[in-house]
């Protein structure tokens, strides 16, 4: 079964302008609080395990192995301990994006081989209030490496 993880961003990790010389927002997560100031986390459903299925921060991952990317910390969601239909969001804080100009969107996500994670997703949403109601799909991304767009490695 699919648990869809949703990052609500009225901007998230390495939202640029075109050109992409301003950085609007870059998170690595190094505070040990989580989450960063101004960001949410909130878990959409709830199923038999209610303290499952949340983001957290971690600094390396166990199963499978995986270290941060930039910086101390990794905003992690554990789709294999959480329940099937499990949905949660991370978001950021609010950006002002109506200047007009184009914006890009980046992000590192891990992603392995590991067969539970075949249809569960991260999807990017965007909004003008800081919950999903109403909120924009920008896009969206399976866990498994297997799927679309494949990768030839875990990573």
Same mark, same amino acid.
């Given at each position: 079964?699919?648990?869809?993880?949703?990052?609500?961003?009225?901007?998230?990790?390495?939202?640029?302008?075109?050109?992409?010389?301003?950085?609007?927002?870059?998170?690595?997560?190094?505070?040990?609080?989580?989450?960063?100031?101004?960001?949410?986390?909130?878990?959409?459903?709830?199923?038999?395990?209610?303290?499952?299925?949340?983001?957290?921060?971690?600094?390396?991952?166990?199963?499978?192995?995986?270290?941060?990317?930039?910086?101390?910390?990794?905003?992690?969601?554990?789709?294999?301990?959480?329940?099937?239909?499990?949905?949660?969001?991370?978001?950021?804080?609010?950006?002002?994006?109506?200047?007009?100009?184009?914006?890009?969107?980046?992000?590192?996500?891990?992603?392995?081989? =590991?067969?539970?994670?075949?249809?569960?997703?991260?999807?990017?949403?965007?909004?003008?209030?800081? =919950?999903?109601?109403?909120?924009?799909?920008?896009?969206?991304?399976?866990?498994?490496?297997?799927?679309?767009?494949?990768?030839?490695?875990?990573?």
């Amino acid at each position: 079964m699919k648990k869809i993880l949703k990052l609500l961003s009225f901007a998230l990790i390495g939202f640029t302008t075109q050109g992409f010389s301003q950085v609007l927002l870059n998170e690595s997560f190094d505070d040990t609080s989580f989450v960063p100031a101004g960001w949410y986390k909130a878990k959409i459903n709830f199923t038999n395990f209610p303290n499952r299925g949340q983001w957290q921060r971690i600094t390396e991952g166990t199963n499978p192995v995986v270290t941060p990317h930039s910086g101390a910390g990794i905003a992690s969601f554990d789709s294999r301990s959480s329940d099937n239909g499990t949905i949660s969001e991370l978001g950021t804080p609010a950006l002002d994006l109506s200047t007009g100009v184009s914006y890009r969107l980046r992000y590192w996500i891990y992603r392995g081989d =590991n067969a539970s994670q075949g249809t569960d997703l991260l999807e990017v949403y965007i909004n003008t209030q800081q =919950n999903i109601t109403n909120a924009y799909k920008l896009g969206g991304q399976f866990i498994s490496r297997l799927k679309t767009p494949a990768e030839a490695i875990n990573g």
